[in-house]
Structure formats: C-alpha cells, structure tokens
T-cell receptor
C-alpha cells in the first residue's frame, strides 16, 4: 500500500493557461474524491467517482473544470483558462468498499496551484 | 445539507496543557464523525472516528465522543505536546449514498514549550 499519490505537487501558471492534475488512489479503492482547499479553510468537495463513473459534481465545479477516471484507476482534474481564484490546494482522496465502511477517506498530499 | 462548525483558531497552549476543540454538526440521517489532522507540510490524515451515538474515538491521547443529543463531537487531550501543533478538522460523512465527507474550517493549534 503506497498511499494516494498526486502529481504535480506544485504548479505555477499564468492566468488563462490550462492545467491538469493527476491522482493515483490506493490500488484496491474504487471510490475517488476531489476536494479543493484554500488558505484557512477546510477542504470543499468537488467531485466523486465510483470506479470510472462520475456520480456527483459540486456546483463549485464550473464548466472550466473537468475530471475523468477512464479506467477506474487513476484520475485527472483539468482546469481550463485558469483564473486567479483557482489558486488553491487540490486534494485527492480514496476509499474502498466494505461491510464496515465508515466513510474514512485516505488523502494524498495535494497539488498546490498558483495562478499568476 | 450537511455542515460542520468548529471553534476558530488559532489556539495557543503551553506544553502539558489540556486541550478542547469544540465541534458541532448538522446532518440529515445518522452520520459518521471524524477528526482529521494536518501537520505542517503534510497531507490530511485521520486522527480518530466514531460511527454511532455515544461511541468514543481515541488515538494518540486524543478523544472525542459522539453526542447525538447535542450534535457535538468535541476533541480533547489531557496533556498536549509540541508535536501536536497542527491544524485539526472536524468532519462528517453520510452513511448512505456517496458518503462524501464534509469538513469544518479547521482549528490551528500551536503548542509552545
């Protein structure tokens, strides 16, 4: 179990550019979540995948945001035409199924985006 | 919708002091409750959890009891250490559906020697 990994850890971009983040969940976990965290705030839910199906999207996820999980393993989060307000830490989390499932999430270390 | 309210920080304590961080929640149904911790430069990690009323979660000397009647899940530690300095997040998860986790805004704890 290597944990949840995210790449890149840091991304600095100019306003208007596109960026893509990758998340590799724990291998046996079929549920994957993206969150966004801004300074001084708690993580805010963005979207949820069960296997390859995207089952829920927050209204925080504007049309410029798109997430995929093509084979039910890794996931990508793309932001098009970035704005300064997109600057945040993007967190990925995963968890598996199970009879004793209590909803605990396992988080990666996050991808920090800075839009200049 | 679900929400979590926790006391604002920062909280500054001397080593060996008693810690309480208050957390209350609003939820439909019967959620699971968590405390997550974020140490400087690290990712979020689960500190403790409780899944039903009157359950007490505990880990690393921290405790929290699921109080359904007051919709609370306050975090306590009898004697804090400098290494406990971190940001603490109270959170809840629906036990049905997609079970997404809803977080509070976090409370920064600084422990001074």
């Amino acid at each position: 179990d290597t944990g949840v990994s995210q790449d890149p850890r840091h991304k600095i971009t100019k306003r208007g550019q596109n960026v893509t983040f990758r998340c590799d969940p724990i291998s046996e976990h079929n549920r994957l979540y993206w969150y966004r965290q801004t300074l001084g705030q708690g993580p805010e839910f963005l979207t949820y995948f069960q296997n390859e199906a995207q089952l829920e999207k927050s209204r925080l996820l504007s049309d410029r945001f798109s997430a995929e999980r093509p084979k039910g393993s890794f996931s990508t989060l793309e932001i098009q035409r970035t704005e300064q307000g997109d600057s945040a830490m993007y967190l990925c989390a995963s968890r598996g199924e199970g009879g004793a499932n209590t909803g605990e999430l396992f988080f990666g270390e996050g991808s920090r985006l800075t839009v200049l | 919708g679900n929400s979590v309210t926790q006391m604002e920080g920062p909280v500054t304590l001397s080593e060996e002091a008693f810690l309480t961080i208050n957390c209350t929640y609003t939820a439909t149904g019967y959620p699971s409750l968590f405390w997550y911790v974020q140490y400087p430069g690290e990712g979020l990690q689960l500190l403790l959890k409780a899944t039903k009323a009157d359950d007490k979660g505990s880990n690393k000397g921290f405790e929290a009891t699921y109080r359904k009647e007051t919709t609370s899940f306050h975090l306590e530690k009898g004697s804090v250490q400098v290494s406990d300095s971190a940001v603490y997040f109270c959170a809840l998860s629906d036990r049905r559906g997609y079970q997404k986790v809803t977080f509070g805004t976090g409370t920064k704890l600084q422990v001074i020697p």
